[in-house]
Structures are given as structure tokens and as C-alpha cells.
């Protein structure tokens, strides 16, 4: 388990939110909702489809306004920052390689892109200012771009010119999480960022989404359909059902489970019921 876990990470707090149906019912997906996360936790988040699982990644990232509750990220509270206040402590990196850049640009226009979210214009003498000037990356940012995508052991050092339209899906992907954890956020969000990858790909990426946040101390919800991922990585595990949590393993607890066990589990009739509140990986009772 990453170091300095008793520090105030990720806390949401009596979440609610629901959606209409087709013809003209409702779903209340979310009630009462409530989880805990010590900073620097890499919670890996299962379940079914249409458990809530992305939903929840929108109602924390603010995408997605809550019908009602507090969601606290280092005790600030998310719910009450406007979004690009939000965007500068959270860093997300969707399912889509094609989201999360921009193809047109080179990897290092990307990269100040990324950098420049991170740190936004702010407003000087009535003018509003860059933090970090223009668009354009001068030498020294190239700089720092190589040794940085050089340090991670990333090819694509050496490929900072190229437009990103011309990148693999599974670069493309390694791009979107290094420019995600760019501005060393406290928070990212991974959306089945692995799904759409060749094993191959998918491997280098959950290697790199590891160590990135190993490296950072950052707090990380990621969502995963892949068991194998689910019972390999983070430091905590949590399976969602109709939008309440129904399992809650810490590493250790894990190690107990295996695919078929989780899979079992997806079939509502065979979960036990769990209470809506889950705090810090503790089993519940
Ligand atoms: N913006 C929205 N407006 C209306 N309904 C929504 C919205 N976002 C999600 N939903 C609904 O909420 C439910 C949960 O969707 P969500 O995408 O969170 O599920 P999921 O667990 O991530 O599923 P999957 O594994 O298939 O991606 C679904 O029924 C979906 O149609």
C-alpha cells in the first residue's frame, strides 16, 4: 500500500443522482452514496454494465452535476469549485485513445496544451496573462519533454514532432496519461483507459498508470472490465452493482478472490447486500 495513506484523499459524501429511462420512468442510480479514499489509494473500481461505474467517475470529475452532495478532493470541496478550478487537480484519461488529445498537434504542443490546463491564464492588471506563455513549445519546454518522456523510458522522446494523429493507439494512450498526470494532480480518473488496446499496448499502459502513480503519491480511481487488472493492481478494490458498492477488498483481501469468484458476483442474485457507505477499505461489516 502506497505511503501516507492516513492523509485526507478523495471523500464523497451522500452522492445522489439519477437518470430518466426510456418512455418516461426514472432510476434513482445513486443514493446516499458515500466513499472514502486516503490520499494516494489507486482504488480499481469494478462491476456490471450500467452499475454506475463511469457515472461516478462524471459526478467526482463534475462533469456530470450532482442532484445533492459533497465531494471533497485534499478537503477542498470539488462541489463548490467552478471547472477549470476543478481541472487543475484532477487529471482523466478516458477509454477513447482518441479523446484525450488533440491529433492535429505535435506531441509536444500536447504536452504544453496539457501543461497550460494545468496551471490556467490569470488575470493581471485587468489583462489576462498566460502562466506559461504561448501555445507554441520553445526550447526549453522541448527540453523538459524529452527528459521527462525520456525518464519514463518512453519512446516517444524522440518523437515530440510528430502530430499525434500519427501515433498508435497505444501511444496515443501513453500520451493521454502522461499529460493527465502532468500538473502532478491529486486526483486521476481512469475510465477503462486500457479497453481499447492490444495486449500488448495494454500492458505498457497499466505498467506506466502504476508507476505514475506510484511515483506522484496521486489518489486514482480507475475502472476497469478486466479481472485480471482488477485483482493485480491498486491497493484496493470496490465492485459496484445498480449503483451501491457490493464488495470492498483491500490488496490483502484480494488475494482471496480469483475471475470466476468476481464473476460469480456480478449476478445480482448471487450478491450479498452491502451497506451504501464504504470508508477506506475497511471490509464491510
Ligand atoms: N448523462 C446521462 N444521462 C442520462 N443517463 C445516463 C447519463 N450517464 C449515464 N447514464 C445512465 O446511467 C447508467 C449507468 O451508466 P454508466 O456509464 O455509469 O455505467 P457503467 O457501469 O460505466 O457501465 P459500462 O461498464 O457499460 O461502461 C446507464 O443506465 C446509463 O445509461
Known sequence: MAPGLSAPGLSVEDLSWGHTLPGSGWRQLFRSFSLTCPRGQFLVLIGSNGSGKSTLLNLVAGTLPAA?????????????????????????????????????????????????????????????????????????????????????????????????????????????????????????????????????????VIELTNRLIRQLGTTALMVTHSLEQALGHGDRLVMLHDGRPIGDWSAAEREALDPPSLRAMYGAATVKEAPCTVHDGSPAP
Not at 158 to 187: I, W, Y
Open 68 to 204: 445533492s452532495g459533497r465531494i471533497h478532493l485534499g478537503g477542498r470541496p470539488l462541489h463548490r469549485l467552478r471547472d477549470h478550478q476543478r481541472a487543475r487537480w484532477i487529471g482523466r484519461v478516458m477509454q477513447n485513445p482518441l479523446e484525450g488529445t488533440c491529433p492535429g498537434l505535435t506531441v509536444a504542443e500536447n504536452l504544453r496544451l496539457a501543461e497550460r490546463r494545468h496551471r490556467p491564464a490569470f488575470l493581471a492588471g485587468g489583462a489576462l496573462l498566460g502562466a506559461l506563455g504561448g501555445l507554441h513549445p520553445d526550447g526549453a519546454d522541448r527540453r523538459r519533454y524529452r527528459e521527462l518522456l525520456g525518464d519514463l523510458g518512453l519512446p516517444l522522446a524522440d518523437r515530440l514532432d510528430e502530430p499525434v494523429g500519427q501515433l498508435s493507439g497505444g501511444q496515443r494512450q501513453t500520451l493521454s496519461l502522461v499529460m493527465a498526470t502532468l500538473g502532478s494532480p491529486d486526483l486521476l480518473l481512469l475510465d477503462e483507459h486500457t479497453a481499447a488496446l492490444d495486449p500488448r499496448a495494454e500492458a505498457t
